[in-house]
């Protein structure tokens, strides 16, 4: 299979970036949203070709899906480390390429409404350009280095999208916190992938999922050296992991993601909720041959539980918001832990890898419906110009199209079938019911949690008592509402792909089919959820408030988040800050400053004594001169006369 | 040659003149001042040339021809200094050595 | 006869050149420098260059000292009473200086200089086909060399003295 084609998918974007950045000034808004969607369009068709090509016509062989690399060499350390930059076509690559072709696309139409008017229009789009090549580069990285060189690119583009309203204290604010704690995360990845290669000798995926005819990873006669108790490579993966969760808003590293809301709309659509908060799953899903069979997958057993606490922490949190942008960037960081938990419980051949394809499957379905319900917030926001909860209600009558959408997408996250939800998502609790009971059973309550939270905004948006409006709210403009339609389109049929057939650990389809009682137990509690919130939210009533203060401290905590960020502040400034970088701020500035400054001031103070020798007086020189003069002739006679 | 006197008689007067030269130099504080005493010390030292060229080289010429060319030299030098001391002089209205300190930044 | 001329001389040209670098008035030193370099010729008439004793006179005291009096003229007023250096810096150069004669003249009178007696008189014309040939031994090259020097001290010195303004009243400087 020719993948040659496939670089221009990357490529396209990043020309139009800088087509866009360098003649930001000069390109009439109007015209760079056209350039943007256009380049877009092509890098989308591209994608879509590759994807047909692949899966359908020549991707397959044997009946396993063949893994296709085109790179070159980079940088060379030795005979075996080197750093290539190129291609890598698989499965799951091509499945993102899709996913992150059809969010963009969707997101780059709707912006040309959604944006209209603002200052950095065009700054807007060449940064949407930026992201988006590099998250295409990310998916088709080839080895470890290049896949972090992308992570970061991902990063700054996160950080500029999140500051895009750079006069705003907050957005500055939301925009330095995303970036600071996921490099920090990112800190504990670049470790991992250095000790993977001093280890390993390679960074090439590649080499590193090779697995051995017996079943097991080739890697664990690298494997053997261990501390505390682990093999390294366990704790390489472990590290690697930590960079995924920061960029995943996993569990101790997601308080970027809520802030980073300050963005505008369609970003947090495109960034934080379709693409780059996927990329650590996707990481995981990249290694996951690593992941299963190294020191029998104690690692993936992380990953699951962090997965399954992070949805669930994630789920009660989402109830108590206000602000509806922030209960869907909880509600994905509760969607992201079951993608994180179906990896964790996954095992890898056939269909034991029903974890790994069922968090594929969220994955993209999730990355449907996600984007719609952003995008289907940004045409309320954009109409109403709140963020609130409380600003909002009786939108159905203005808002047709916006209220059906939502509907849409709420009722495919609740997992009400046949919706795109639901088809996934019950695999996802498939899985874990096979393999680990108590996840299954946190899963299934955060199932209820998801619906019951989705419906109290959605009720709360377009039903619930009509607000008091400073001009009555009317439905966006098509740019906004056709990318609105599409994904709901999307929403509802992409739950009947054949997925397993496609995307599975041991790249060999096979045949998935619904668990009929695990299925309704999981729509039943589903169900529950909508009418829970039907009953509360529906009317406004005094229901909510009664119970929330029946809950009284829990409500409370979940409402601050249980403190998370409180806690990290503590820890950075009292401890942190006061103990460890204050006395050494100290001892810089006294001892090392003072050392280098004393030495100054002593040589000021030498050159100021001794200035007084260049008068500037001829004379003052010329005795000098005779003076030595004649000492050196007196010398000279008494050695010669000796 | 000078009858009855030696070698030495001479140095020693250009001696004496020499360091009169350079006592001048040292203690005089004004530039025209200094520049005379430059040129009795650049007079001492042709009288040196001349003389040993005379008594102990008598057939050869060049102590002579190398007094010529300090002539000229000091000739030249003079000329320069006095233009010097006099746009000096236009400029901070002084041929003071203690005015002219401010050369030195 | 020529040994009384000598020492005539000699204690002129060293009181003169006493003179010459402690008066106070400017223009008097000029005269007594005047006189130190007469006698100067004066010891080169006796050792029979008559050529040098010439140019002595024509450039030192012909140009040189005219030169310096104008611009001692140009510069001050002729009964100015010069400042004089601390007497303490003038003992200490003074003593400076007598340790310097001292140690010149013991060199001098330790080396055994090699006199060749002689009378030969030198011509100009021997001097002027020295200074300019061209065979072995011969000085045109530093002939040369020197008229260009004084020919560019000579442009040189007329630029910085004229200053700035091309009009300026200050031509008569060279």
Redesign the interface.
């Known amino acids: 299979m020719d993948i040659s084609y496939i670089i221009l998918v990357p490529f396209i974007p990043l020309a139009v970036f800088i087509l866009l950045g360098l003649f930001n000034q000069k390109i009439k808004p109007a015209v760079s949203g056209y350039i943007g969607v256009l380049g877009l369009l092509v890098s989308s068709s591209l994608s879509f070709y590759a994807a047909y090509q692949y899966f359908f016509v020549s991707g397959k062989m044997d009946g396993v899906y063949q893994t296709f690399i085109e790179k070159a060499v980079w940088m060379k350390f030795t005979e075996t480390l080197q750093i290539d930059m190129g291609i890598l076509v698989d499965p799951i690559s091509v499945m993102m390429l899709v996913v992150v072709s059809v969010v963009s696309l969707m997101v780059h139409i709707y912006s040309r409404g959604y944006m209209k008017g603002d200052d950095g229009y065009t700054r807007f789009f060449s940064f949407l350009s930026l992201f988006t090549f590099s998250m295409y580069g990310l998916v088709l990285a080839t080895n470890l280095f290049q896949i972090y060189i992308f992570w970061e690119l991902v990063g700054v583009s996160s950080f500029l999208l999140i500051g895009y309203y750079y006069t705003k204290p907050s957005a500055v604010a939301a925009a330095k916190k995303a970036f600071i704690v996921t490099r920090f995360a990112d800190f504990g990845f670049l470790v991992g992938i250095l000790i993977v290669g001093f280890t390993t000798g390679t960074f090439d995926f590649e080499t590193l999922n090779a697995v051995s005819p017996e079943g097991g990873s080739l890697l664990l006669n690298w494997a053997s050296t261990s501390f505390m108790g682990l093999s390294v490579i366990t704790w390489a993966l472990i590290l690697i992991f930590m960079g995924g969760a920061g960029k995943s808003a996993m569990l101790p590293f997601h308080i970027w993601l809520p802030d980073a809301m300050e963005g505008p709309t369609p970003v947090s659509a495109l960034i934080h909720a379709a693409t780059m908060v996927v990329a650590g799953v996707f990481l995981v899903a990249r290694l996951f041959p690593m992941f299963y069979f190294v020191e029998d997958g104690f690692a993936l057993n992380i990953v699951a539980y962090v997965g399954a606490i992070s949805s669930l922490f994630a789920a009660i949190i989402a109830i108590t918001q206000n602000d509806i942008k922030r209960v869907l960037a909880f509600s994905t960081m509760s969607q992201l832990g079951y993608m994180m938990l179906a990896l964790g419980v996954s095992g890898y051949e056939g269909h034991e890898g029903l974890g790994y394809m069922a968090s594929m499957f969220h994955l993209f379905t999730h990355a449907m419906f996600k984007a719609l319900l952003f995008l289907g917030a940004g045409s309320v926001i954009h109409a109403v110009h709140s963020n609130y909860l409380k600003d909002m209600g009786g939108l159905r009558k203005y808002m047709p199209i916006t209220n059906i959408t939502f509907l849409i997408a709420s009722l495919a996250i609740a997992g009400v079938p046949p919706f795109a939800g639901f088809w996934s998502k019950d695999e996802i609790l498939v899985a874990a019911f096979e393999n680990n009971i108590l996840i299954y059973c946190s899963s299934v309550f955060v199932a209820g949690l998801t619906a019951f939270y989705m419906f109290r905004i959605y009720f709360g948006i377009f039903w619930s008592k009509e607000k008091a409006y400073d001009h009555a709210p009317k439905e966006s403009p098509l740019s906004m509402t056709f990318p609105l339609l599409f994904l709901a389109l999307l929403s509802i049929v992409v739950g009947f792909i054949p997925f397993s057939e496609f995307v599975t650990s041991d790249k060999i389809g096979f045949e998935a089919h619904l668990n009929y009682p695990l299925a309704a137990i999981a729509t039943t509690v589903g169900l529950i959820g909508i009418v829970l919130a039907w009953a509360f939210y529906k009317k406004e009533n005094s229901l909510s408030d009664k119970y929330a203060n029946a809950f009284g401290a829990l409500y409370r905590w979940a409402y601050d988040k249980f403190y998370f960020d409180e806690i990290y502040l503590f820890i950075t400034k009292n401890i942190i800050f006061k103990w460890i970088s204050a006395p050494f701020a100290k001892f810089d500035r006294k001892y090392v400053d003072g050392t280098m400054v004393g030495i100054g001031n002593k040589t000021v103070w030498t050159s100021e004594k001794i200035k007084g020798l260049?008068?500037?007086?001829?004379?003052d020189y010329?005795?000098s001169f005779?003076?030595g003069a004649?000492v050196l002739?007196?010398v000279f006679?008494y050695l010669w006369?000796n | 040659m000078i009858e009855g006197i030696s070698i030495y008689e001479i140095l020693t007067l250009t001696t004496i003149l020499f360091f009169v030269g350079v006592y001048g130099f040292l203690t005089r504080k004004n530039l025209i001042s200094i520049l005379i005493s430059i040129e009795m010390i650049l007079n001492a030292s042709v009288v040196n040339f001349v003389v040993i060229n005379k008594y102990l080289y008598p057939d050869m010429l060049q102590g002579v021809l190398f007094s010529i060319f300090i002539i000229a030299v000091a000739a030249a030098e003079t000329a320069l200094a006095v233009a010097i001391i006099i746009n000096l002089y236009r400029q901070i209205s002084s041929v003071e050595v203690k005015d002219t300190e401010v050369m030195k930044y | 006869m020529e040994k009384i001329i000598f020492y005539i001389l000699a204690v002129m040209m060293i009181v003169f050149a006493i003179t010459a670098v402690t008066s106070r008035k400017m223009l008097r030193s000029v005269i007594y420098l005047l006189f130190v370099l007469c006698g100067v010729a004066g010891i080169f008439f006796l050792i029979d260059y008559n050529f040098l004793a010439a140019i002595q006179l024509t450039v030192y005291a012909g140009g040189i000292i005219v030169l310096i009096i104008f611009s001692v003229l140009l510069v001050h007023h002729i009964e100015l009473k010069l400042d004089m250096a601390k007497p303490i810096r003038q003992i200490i150069t003074a003593i400076g200086c007598l340790i310097g004669i001292g140690v010149f003249l013991t060199t001098i009178y330790s080396y055994p200089f090699k006199v060749v007696e002689n009378s030969n008189i030198t011509t100009t014309a021997q001097i002027g086909s020295k200074l300019l040939g061209y065979g072995e031994g011969g000085f045109i090259l530093p002939f040369e060399v020197i008229s260009v020097v004084l020919l560019a001290a000579m442009i040189g010195a007329i630029v910085i003295a004229k200053g700035k303004k091309l009009s300026d009243k200050n031509e008569e400087t060279i």
Do not use: D, E, W, Y
């Open positions: 260049q008068s500037g007086r001829v004379q010329a005795f005779i003076a004649v002739a007196l006679i006369t």
